[in-house]
């Protein structure tokens, strides 16, 4: 049985409180639900962790090494500056889809920028929580 990260950044605890306008109303913690659910449908098994700390989410996804099959990511604020969270998913051997809710292509433009796509299989942004599902069927695909 595939299993599967989801690791979430900083401020996407305050889903559903934080520019509903933008990011919608939907809470983590019913993010987090639906895509375990999902990952089950599909057989697999997921694991959810979310930090505001950069280290922390080094930490994780160092530890995914040899125990997961691939990682949705969201990097949030991250995606735009940390060469620390790139280089974290350039040193393991797991593939790693990026998610955003929101459409960062058409944000402000430093939002336009992610140090962290190139090191990932794909990018999924727009899509809302959807984005988060999609990106299971990208890392369960049959190669």
């Excluded at 599902?133 to 369960?140: G, R």
Aim: proline fraction near 3%.
């Amino acid at each position: 049985m595939k299993k599967l990260l989801l690791l979430n950044g900083p401020n996407l605890n305050m889903l559903g409180v934080r520019e509903p306008e933008i990011y919608g109303t939907d809470t983590l913690k019913s993010i987090e639900n639906e895509f375990c659910e999902y990952a089950k449908s599909r057989g697999a098994v997921a694991e959810c962790f979310q930090s505001n700390h950069e280290g922390a989410l080094i930490d994780k996804m160092h530890s995914a090494y040899g125990k997961f099959d691939g990682i949705v990511y969201n990097p949030g604020a991250h995606t735009h500056y940390s060469y620390a969270l790139r280089d974290a998913v350039a040193s393991i051997d797991v593939p790693v889809v990026e998610v955003h809710i929101s459409d960062i292509n058409s944000r402000e433009d430093f939002r336009k920028v992610s140090v962290i796509e190139p090191e990932c299989i794909a990018q999924i942004s727009g899509r809302g929580r959807q984005g988060y599902l999609d990106a299971i069927d990208i890392l369960l695909e049959d190669k």
